[in-house]
């Protein structure tokens, strides 16, 4: 595997160094960038796999970087991490706000933010080409987003499409609602579990006679077996 490039942009050399150290002993490949200005440079010459982003930045503040990055086709995909000295809940709102993908309070420790970076890159991490998931009758196929019950189409909206791919990828496991909103929804998402139980019924509802499969578990979750007795 190739080491991921992390552009980091950032104008104390000191925090930078310390950074960089790590993250090159953690297999990454670590390109410093000053400010906005030189980052452009980094970014026009080679995309990086991830951004780590002051907030704090001489001339254009990280904030307004995250902003014109994600707007941008280049960048669009490319995972930010945003470093900050701030700490209050309205900086960590609008930090995502700008497109981060994560923020990350000063003073951090290096551990921390090197579980961080390895989480975002796993999200965004582009799902292998032309997987089939199989569970007796029913296939699901990632790379057509088709979903096939007993040889015939099913017809399911994009968030129980990847509801059932998930769930379909660990069958026979319970998962509880907060699980699935983080892993279906993303962590970042401030939504309701009962909005879980609500694509849960839809899910149900489009597998039509397949609904079965996914389980209800009281007091824990939901789970998908392909080992239910109707298909067996
Ligand atoms: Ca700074």
Not at 5 to 34: K, Q
Not at 35 to 49: C, L, M, N, R
Not at 101 to 109: C, G, L, M, R, T
Not at 164 to 171: E, G, P, R
Request: glycine share 6%; net charge neutral; no cysteine.
């Amino acid at each position: 595997m190739k080491t991921p490039t992390v552009l980091l942009v950032e104008d104390e050399p000191a925090i930078a160094e310390l950074i960089s150290v790590n993250l090159r002993h953690s297999g990454f490949r670590p390109i410093w960038a000053m400010d906005g200005v030189a980052a452009q440079v980094e970014i026009d010459d080679a995309v990086p796999d991830l951004i780590l982003l002051d907030w704090m930045l001489p001339g254009e503040s990280g904030l307004n970087l995250a902003k014109k990055w994600r707007a941008h086709p280049r960048t669009k995909a490319t995972p930010i991490i945003m470093l900050t000295a701030r700490g209050e809940e309205s900086d960590r709102v609008q930090g995502l706000d700008s497109g981060a993908d994560d923020y990350i309070a000063k003073p951090f420790s290096t551990k921390e933010l090197l579980a961080r970076i390895r989480a975002v890159l796993r999200r965004r991490a582009p799902e292998p080409e032309e997987k089939v998931l199989q569970a007796g009758p029913l296939s699901l196929d990632t790379a057509t987003y088709r979903v096939n019950f007993q040889d015939k189409p099913l017809k399911l909206g994009p968030t129980e499409f990847k509801l059932l791919q998930f769930l379909m990828s660990h069958a026979e496991r319970v998962h509880t609602r907060g699980q699935l909103l983080d892993k279906v929804w993303g962590d970042h998402v401030y939504i309701e579990e009962r909005t879980v139980d609500v694509h849960v019924k839809r899910l149900r509802e489009a597998l039509g006679e397949a609904g079965v499969m996914v389980e209800t578990v009281r007091g824990a979750g939901y789970r998908f077996t392909a080992q239910h007795p109707a298909f067996h």
